[in-house]
């Protein structure tokens, strides 16, 4: 079992930046992808990052991409995301999220943290 504990999520005007922290624990051995999924009120949840764990390889949706940085610590203990340039869109619950080896899913997921930005 895996356990992500997300940090980091408040109120910031447009323009501005904030860094999101997620605690992995448990079963990190398990886990080959490592991710951040935010949820807009009224819509779905949606993949807007991920970083394998064994070679690093990074990506980004679209609508994040030249805005948001992914980045973990050697450890793989510690996931993070910097967020600049954040605008009313990205107002959301982020979550952190992993998948395990094996896994089409991401099925480990965190509680959810609450950005929003103001315009």
């Known amino acids: 079992q895996v356990q992500l504990v997300e940090s980091g999520g408040g109120s910031v005007q447009a323009g501005g930046s904030l860094k999101l922290s997620c605690a992995v624990s448990?079963?990190?051995?398990?886990?080959?992808?490592m991710g951040w999924h935010r949820q807009v009120a009224g819509k779905e949840r949606e993949l807007i990052s991920k970083?394998?764990?064994?070679?690093?390889?990074?990506t980004y949706t679209d609508s994040v991409k030249g805005r948001f940085t992914i980045s973990q610590d050697n450890s793989k203990k510690t996931l993070y995301l910097q967020m600049n340039s954040l605008q009313s869109e990205d107002t959301a619950v982020y979550y952190c999220?992993?998948?395990?080896?094996?896994?089409?899913?991401?099925?480990?997921w965190g509680q959810g943290t609450q950005v929003t930005v103001s315009s």
């Open positions: 448990g079963d990190i051995g398990r886990i080959c992808d």
């Open positions: 970083i394998a764990n064994d070679n690093g390889d990074i």
């Open positions: 999220t992993a998948r395990r080896c094996g896994a089409v899913f991401f099925e480990w």
